[in-house]
C-alpha cells in the first residue's frame, strides 16, 4: 500500500513539474498588425511592455514603411481573468494622419488622475504571440522579444 501511495505521489510531482507552464503576460511585445473592425489593416512597428502592475506602448502605424501615425501610452493595468484585463491609462501622446479605417488624429497630450480612464480588452495569449481585442473591435497583433 505505501509502494503504491509513494508511486501516485510521485506521478503527481511528475506531472506537475514537467507540465508546459502557462504563458505570461509579462515582458516586451514587438507590435506587428492593427487589424481595424471595418476590415481594414495596418502594419505597425513599436513594442508594448508588462510588468507586474505596468504597461507602457510606443508604437507607428505605417504605410510604404514610412511612420503615419503614432501613439505613446501607459499607465497601470490589472487581470481579471484568463483572457480578460483591464488598461488603466494615465498617459497618452498620439497624432496621426488619416488612412483607411483611421481618421487624422490631432497632437493630443493627456495626463489623466490616479485611476485613469479603465479600457477593458479581452487577449490571447501563446508562448510568443499576444493578440489584444479593443472594445472599438479593433485589435493589435503582437509576438514576444523579451521576457
Known amino acids: 500500500m505505501a509502494a503504491a501511495?509513494?508511486?501516485?505521489l510521485a506521478l503527481l510531482f511528475c506531472s506537475c513539474t514537467t507540465a508546459t507552464p502557462r504563458p505570461e503576460l509579462k515582458g516586451a511585445w514587438r507590435a506587428e498588425v492593427y487589424d481595424l473592425a471595418d476590415g481594414s489593416q495596418h502594419p505597425v512597428s513599436g513594442q508594448i511592455i508588462f510588468t507586474?502592475?505596468?504597461w507602457t506602448v510606443l508604437y507607428f502605424v505605417t504605410q510604404?514603411?514610412?511612420?503615419q501615425r503614432a501613439s505613446g501610452e501607459g499607465g497601470s493595468y490589472q487581470l481579471e481573468s484568463a483572457g480578460r484585463l483591464v488598461f488603466h491609462h494615465l498617459f497618452n501622446l498620439s497624432f496621426g494622419?488619416?488612412?483607411?479605417g483611421l481618421p487624422a488624429s490631432p497632437l493630443?497630450?493627456?495626463?489623466?488622475?490616479d485611476a485613469g480612464i479603465?479600457?477593458?480588452?479581452r487577449y490571447e495569449l501563446s508562448q510568443d504571440?499576444?493578440?489584444?481585442?479593443?472594445p472599438s473591435g479593433n485589435t493589435m497583433s503582437f509576438r514576444r522579444s523579451s521576457r
Do not use: H, V, Y
Not at 97 to 100: G, V
Not at 129 to 134: D, E, I, K, P, T
Open 5 to 8: 501511495s509513494f508511486a501516485g
Open 52 to 54: 507586474d502592475s505596468d
Open 64 to 67: 510604404d514603411g514610412q511612420a
Open 97 to 100: 494622419k488619416d488612412l483607411p
Open 108 to 113: 493630443r497630450m493627456q495626463i489623466q488622475g
Open 118 to 121: 479603465a479600457e477593458p480588452c
Open 129 to 134: 504571440q499576444l493578440r489584444l481585442f479593443f
